[in-house]
Nanobody, 121 residues
C-alpha cells in the first residue's frame, strides 16, 4: 500500500555533490528499514545504502562508503541520500526501497519509480 516517490536527481560533474530524497505515503514507513539501490544502463540493480527504522544504524556498499550518507526523518516520512565526491561510475537510476522489518534484510516491500543521477567526467 505504501507509495515511494524519489526526487533530486540530475546532471552533475565529477566531484560534485547531490542530495536525493524519497517521500513515502501510506503505511509502514516509520516502522521499517529503508534503503537505496541504483541501476546503470546494461547493469544489474545494486544495493547502495540502508538505514534502520530509528535512523541509528546504516550500511553502505564499499564503493560509496565515506562519500554517501543516508538519513531519515520519520516525522516527514522521508529518507535521503547525500552523495559527495561523485564519480562517473555513480551514474544510474536511483531507487528508494522500503524493507520488511525494523532492520535491513533486503526483503523489499515497495519500490519507488527512480530518479536519474548522471555524473559527467
Amino acid at each position: 500500500q505504501v507509495q515511494l516517490a524519489e526526487s533530486g536527481g540530475g546532471l552533475v560533474q565529477a566531484g560534485d555533490s547531490l542530495r536525493i530524497s524519497c517521500v513515502a505515503s501510506g503505511r509502514g514507513f516509520s516502522t521499517n528499514a529503508m534503503g537505496w539501490f541504483r541501476q546503470a544502463p546494461g547493469k544489474e540493480r545494486e544495493f547502495v545504502a540502508s538505514i534502520n527504522r530509528w535512523g541509528i544504524r546504516a550500511n553502505y556498499r564499499d564503493s560509496v562508503r565515506g562519500r554517501f550518507s543516508i538519513s531519515r526523518d520519520n516525522a516527514k516520512n522521508t529518507v535521503s541520500l547525500q552523495m559527495n565526491s561523485l564519480k562517473p561510475e555513480d551514474t544510474g537510476v536511483y531507487y528508494c526501497a522500503q524493507n520488511y522489518g525494523a532492520d535491513w534484510s533486503g526483503q523489499i516491500a515497495a519500490w519507488g519509480q527512480g530518479t536519474q543521477v548522471t555524473v559527467s567526467s
